[in-house]
C-alpha cells in the first residue's frame, strides 16, 4: 500500500490519504485525476481496473482503492 500512497501524494502531496474517505466526494479527486490514477495503477500493479469498477466507493479512500488493487491481482 506504501507505493500506492506514493503515486497519491503525486496528485496531492496535501491530502492525509491515511484518514481521508472522501477523495471523490469532497472533489480532492477529479475525472482527470482519477485517469491519472488509473494509468499509474495499472502500470505499478500490473492490473486492469474495468470501467464497471471506476465508481465513486473504489476511490474514495487509499484504502477502498488498495482493496480493488488487491482484488484485482488476486483474480
Do not use: G, Q, R
Amino acid at each position: 500500500m506504501d507505493k500506492l500512497i506514493d503515486i497519491l501524494k503525486e496528485l496531492h502531496p496535501e491530502v492525509d490519504y491515511a484518514t481521508c474517505t472522501t477523495l471523490v466526494d469532497d472533489k480532492i479527486l477529479d475525472s482527470f485525476d482519477i485517469v491519472s490514477l488509473i494509468t499509474e495503477v495499472s502500470d505499478e500493479f500490473d492490473v486492469k481496473i474495468p470501467a464497471s469498477e471506476i465508481v465513486p466507493e473504489n476511490f474514495n479512500s487509499a484504502e477502498a482503492l488498495w482493496a480493488l488493487i488487491e482484488k484485482l491481482m488476486d483474480e
